[in-house]
């Protein structure tokens, strides 16, 4: 029994969650309280873009496909040294995409020693939407929620209460990159190529707001592509003196004007890898498809007439922990 005028712990549940991904494979192990608390316990991430590989051939080659074996067994052994209480194992647009998806995620889960849900683009959405809404101050009135996966982007609108209704393209980074199928410099062909992409296939998204015109005032954005661009901009335009400071930035709930983002696509689409690399916070991982991630959003912004966008450090993974636990009504 706890002594007179002391506060009990809150209990919580240790949570692994592991997000198979069309860039990475992504392990997260957080503390999850009732309250929505999440307190990290360890990362884990390895790069291994089978989105590029999906658009480019329609499946995952051998090599790759083994590769993400040994990973799926090293993020396991990660997961089992943190004694988590709980597993949640997700899949998303490379596996669901690739034409031999169903045999690899049967070899996943064998490495795994447990089942993986394959979401679908709205089963995604409606996660992310759910991290992202807990991740920074929603309010009462709907708001967009956008995510940049590697694969696909997701969007939803939502409040603090409900999600109103989500819904998933073909935009991710990682495909992109395999459909266009060109160097490491976006040329003006290529950008002109992304630019009629991001138009043709933005319907959804642009219908969303069709039925809720009202979330347009305020659109929040997640994945590693947006808050890489997040942390870019803050580097440009501050005088930061400590080495490595600017890759250390927090950047949840930055916001990113539609301007800005214009400014960044045009910078990035003209250098390139090394140039890239010696930007202010951009890491090697995150270097290659940058350019790509900012043509999609600030043609995105502006296709949808968005002012900014504001970034959320939450997104599919907490989302999916918050839906695992039952913290919030989807």
Not at 22 to 41: C, I, K, N, Q, Y
Not at 311 to 318: A, K, N, P, Q
Request: with cysteine; proline share 4%.
């Amino acid at each position: 029994m706890a002594a007179a005028g002391s506060v009990s712990p809150v209990p919580s549940v240790r949570v692994a969650v592991y997000d198979l991904g069309s860039s990475s494979f992504h392990l997260m192990v957080v503390d999850a309280t009732r309250e929505g608390v999440l307190t990290p316990v360890l990362r884990r991430r390895s790069f291994l873009h089978l989105g590029t590989e999906v658009a480019r051939t329609g499946g995952v080659p051998p090599d790759r496909a083994a590769q993400a074996v040994r990973t799926v067994r090293r993020l396991r052994v990660a997961a089992d040294d943190a004694e988590a209480d709980l597993t949640v194992a997700l899949a998303t647009a490379a596996l669901r995409d690739a034409d031999n998806g169903g045999r690899l995620l049967a070899r996943l889960e064998q490495a795994l020693g447990s089942p993986i849900s394959l979401l679908s683009g709205e089963e995604e959405a409606r996660l992310c939407l759910l991290g992202q809404r807990s991740g920074v101050w929603i309010g009462k009135e709907p708001v967009l929620g956008l995510d940049l996966g590697g694969g696909s982007l997701e969007a939803g609108i939502g409040d603090a209460d409900r999600i109103h209704a989500v819904a998933s393209v073909a935009l991710g980074t990682a495909r992109l990159r395999g459909e266009l199928g060109g160097g490491e410099v976006l040329t003006g062909a290529d950008r002109r190529a992304l630019v009629g992409i991001v138009r043709d296939r933005s319907g959804p998204v642009r219908d969303l707001l069709v039925r809720h015109p009202d979330a347009a005032a305020r659109a929040i954005a997640s994945g590693g592509t947006v808050r890489a661009l997040a942390r870019l901009a803050m580097g440009l335009h501050r005088s930061l003196s400590a080495p490595g400071s600017v890759s250390d930035l927090q950047v949840n709930q930055v916001e990113l004007p539609a301007g800005q983002l214009v400014e960044l696509a045009g910078h990035l689409a003209s250098l390139d890898l090394d140039a890239r690399l010696a930007l202010p916070g951009v890491q090697a991982r995150r270097a290659p498809l940058l350019p790509i991630g900012a043509v999609v959003l600030s043609t995105l912004v502006g296709e949808l007439g968005l002012q900014r966008i504001v970034v959320s450090d939450w997104g599919l993974r907490e989302g999916a922990v918050l839906a695992a636990l039952s913290l919030r009504d989807g």
